[in-house]
């Protein structure tokens, strides 16, 4: 087949191939060969559910990868993986099924327990799921002990186009670290694919691992547009500003984007939003668990 011809790209340079490997299964896993003493021990998490919603929906499988990294943030042991499922009240819907392979038969008479659960989880440093946001707030209906523990999110903790990647799908990721799986939506196979993802080494020789912890501490502050007028609250939901359980739009910053954030804000209000500091206990927790800090402000008539 003809190379095509692209203007100022040398075609002898271009490699016109990929070939993927199968993941690592975690029973297999092996330190490298200059790892590291233990640096910390993270609980790596994966659920399925029956819909999106945590206070209606409800969690049929959870899966627990036990992982322990070096200072350098290398997988350096896979201490054990541990999944479970729950019968929930109502039928699995056939669009669920279809999605997560689990069916209404296979969960019949099952049931997590809660505790044994906390008690595991309470082993690590900190969790990790690859969407945080959803897992967390599902799992922590059913375990509240995990809304005490530091969270980190391997999809929003990693600057993926900065590390040279394209999009952040799980699976697309996975792929262009040359590996596949060819299991999907199970969360024990899911796990062991975010782990083998984590211990990939970066274009700048860290691992995804290193740049996912690095982005967890990192500092970030929900802003509360809490007098924000009602004629601008499209201009806020344009911004990424979302409305909280207790009606207040919000929007988590980061770092990079906090000045010109405030910039905006004053530009758009008149005033600076409520600014509440969010380590990684706090970032990833449900709205309906925090409230909205409170703060009296007069609005000029001009801009209600």
Known sequence: MRRPNRPGVNQNDIDYTRTLRRITPLSEWHAPSDAGPPLMKIAVIDTETTGFDPQYDELIEIAVAMIVIDEKARVIAVESLRSGMQQPC??????????????????????????????????????????????????????????????????ADVDWHGCGFDGRAQGYLLMQTGLFNPVAHRAGDDVASLVNLLAHVCEDERTVMAHALEGAKAASWRFEASDLPHRLKKDAYRRGYRRSYHGVYHKLVREPDHDAEI?????????????????WIDRYRAEWTWEPEKREVEVAHWRR
């Open 90 to 155: 109502r039928p699995i819907e056939p669009e669920i099924s279809r999605i997560t392979g689990i069916t209404t038969e296979m969960v019949e008479g099952t049931r997590f327990v809660p505790q044994q659960i906390a008690d595991h989880l309470a082993e690590a440093d900190a969790c990790l799921a690859f969407n945080a946001s959803f897992d967390r707030r599902h799992l922590e209906e059913l375990v509240p002990e995990v809304g005490a523990m530091p969270w980190i999110c391997a999809m």
């Open 263 to 279: 910039a905006w804000y004053r530009e758009l209000v008149g005033r600076d939003p409520t600014i509440v500091p969010v380590d």
